[in-house]
């Protein structure tokens, strides 16, 4: 079956993630996770993608970005991802890909399933130094991060929202929600209601799967 061509929306947060290949380190320690927030500061800029939260873990890239031109999204990761396996394989005296294939995305519905997204990429075992979580709980500010809409939402003050989003990542993701976000980052589906998944569909690329089975045949009219 011909691979579906990736389903990106302008001015739409989408869910990114890309994986290390076959269990390989992607950020070894602190100098590594420094040096990867450089290149994507150089390429949110150069790419004009906004930045809503990101998790760095040991064999797992996560971000929650916005970008202004469908193109965009895949042009960041292509040139971060570039620069930084070269950058990567000379420190560690290492050769060849770093990342397992394509990275994976979908875009996201505003609201409730952003916050969703922003606690699955913050809620990990990246949560910490290593994830925007301490920007959006008030531990430091992060220049890079756009806080989306729906956080702003949590509170009349920075307090509000910063206590908020504590108890939000405390509490974790359901499960049942993490499973229809990971399914669609999997196949590349927007995640959010069947109303924003039919209405992110393009030609030839459909918002979401299509149900499993036959189509039920209409009873003929009765002459």
């Not at 971000?63 to 202004?68: D, F, G, R």
């Not at 997204?117 to 890079?144: I, N, P, Q, Y």
Request: aromatic content about 6%.
């Amino acid at each position: 079956m011909a691979r579906l061509p990736r389903l990106v929306l302008a001015g739409h947060p989408h869910l990114v993630q890309q994986r290390a290949l076959d269990g390989r380190t992607a950020f070894a320690d602190d100098t590594d996770r420094a040096h990867f927030m450089g290149i994507l500061r150089e390429g949110l800029a150069m790419e004009q993608v906004q930045l809503h939260a990101y998790g760095l873990q040991a064999g797992d890239l996560r971000l929650l970005v916005t970008p202004a031109v469908p193109q965009a999204l895949a042009r960041l990761m292509q040139a971060i991802g570039r620069r930084y396996v070269a950058a990567c394989n000379r420190r560690h005296g290492r050769r060849g890909t770093l990342w397992d294939g394509r990275f994976r995305a979908c875009p996201v519905e505003p609201g409730e399933f952003v916050l969703a997204a922003m606690a699955w990429v913050e809620g990990s075992e990246a949560a910490g130094k290593a994830s925007s979580a301490t920007h959006h709980v008030g531990a430091r500010r992060d220049t890079l991060i756009t806080d989306p809409q729906a956080y702003w939402g949590l509170g009349n003050t920075p307090f509000e929202r910063e206590a908020a989003w504590r108890r939000r990542l405390e509490a974790g993701v359901d499960e049942r929600l993490a499973e229809r976000l990971e399914r669609a980052l999997r196949g590349g589906w927007a995640f959010g209601s069947p109303a924003f998944a039919a209405s992110a569909a393009r030609p030839g690329r459909p918002g979401a799967p299509r149900p499993r089975g036959r189509p039920r045949r209409r009873a003929s009219a009765v002459s």
